[in-house]
């Protein structure tokens, strides 16, 4: 994305975010894009060029990084790295660059969580969304599957300890337990054929700073947000999943369109957790149909 602009916008703590725009400021909406778990903005890139040459100047696509992730500062207090503070964000990057009618929010794995924290915490900011986009996420109800067994290894709270107590040495800690917990997270460890661009997202996931990591996987346990979903119910949606995603697996998404009565389904045969770089083209093309629908150009949908 370095030919489009970036920009720093600052968080309600201070903490600089890094923001990527693509589009025209007046666009009718604006559709931001909320990343994964020791992922990057670049996550989205696949996205970011189909539908911006399907859209053109009818919408606006918003990328940012979050905190402790890619081009946005790294606090140094590991109290400021949860899952509220990341739905905060989220609400300071609506406030920075929304300035449409229309915002749709989309949002993978982790970055699904943060908007439905958002929408718990900002009911005042709810009036300008317009759409929602839950791609391999959940909420709540991790540690019974998939992550949880990422989060139930001893691996973590070594982490913790290491990123809290032992600084000097969480380059070699952090190497180590990357390997252990990334196969249950859906990030490749090496190269691998099934992702696409896939030594992009292994250096995303090599280059997250260990306070990151250690902060984010403990909050994990707690997160639950099954009562923020209802915010959505009146909403055009999208819930898509890989059927062989093994962090947060199907029945997370299943349970997500049951409280979501205008969501499109979007259920991916031998896709795994990375979506938007597995399936790129058909993830962008589902997002394009929410747009549409956020747009009021095509009835609601019960599921596809």
């Not at 992009?200 to 997160?223: D, G, K, N, Y």
């Not at 119910?233 to 998404?253: F, I, N, R, Y």
């Not at 409280?259 to 399936?279: C, D, K, T």
Request: hydrophobic share 45%; net charge neutral.
């Amino acid at each position: 994305m370095d030919k489009f602009h970036t920009e720093l916008i600052a968080a309600s703590d201070g903490t600089q975010l890094a923001v990527r725009q693509v589009g025209p400021l007046d666009a009718d909406v604006t559709v931001i894009f909320s990343h994964g778990f020791c992922l990057t903005m670049d996550a989205w890139l696949p996205q970011c060029h189909h539908l911006s040459g399907e859209l053109g100047d009818t919408a606006r696509l918003v990328f940012y990084d979050q905190r402790g992730h890619g081009q946005s500062h790294t606090p140094a207090d590991p109290g400021t790295y949860t899952l509220a503070q990341l739905g905060d964000d989220l609400n300071s990057v609506i406030t920075a660059v929304a300035r449409s009618r229309r915002v749709v929010l989309v949002g993978h794995s982790m970055g699904g969580m943060a908007i439905m924290t958002f929408a718990a915490q900002h009911p005042e900011s709810l009036a300008a969304i317009a759409g929602v986009g839950l791609i391999s996420t959940a909420a709540g109800q991790l540690a019974r599957c998939g992550i949880g067994r990422a989060l139930n290894t001893p691996a973590v709270p070594l982490l913790h300890y290491a990123a809290r107590h032992a600084p000097w040495i969480t380059s070699h800690t952090w190497a180590a337990v990357r390997r252990a917990v990334a196969p249950a997270l859906g990030i490749p460890v090496a190269a691998s054929p099934v992702i696409r661009a896939n030594q992009v997202c292994c250096q995303m996931v090599s280059e997250t700073p260990i306070l990151t990591v250690a902060a984010l996987l403990a909050e994990f346990r707690h997160h639950n947000q099954m009562s923020a979903i209802a915010k959505f119910a009146h909403l055009p949606a999208l819930v898509a999943c890989g059927e062989a995603d093994p962090v947060t697996p199907l029945q997370h998404s299943l349970d997500l369109a049951a409280q979501l009565p205008n969501a499109e389904l979007v259920r991916v045969p031998r896709a795994g957790h990375m979506l938007e770089l597995e399936r790129p083209h058909l993830i962008s093309e589902a997002i394009l149909r929410l747009i549409t629908r956020a747009r009021g150009s095509l009835p609601q949908l019960a599921t596809a």
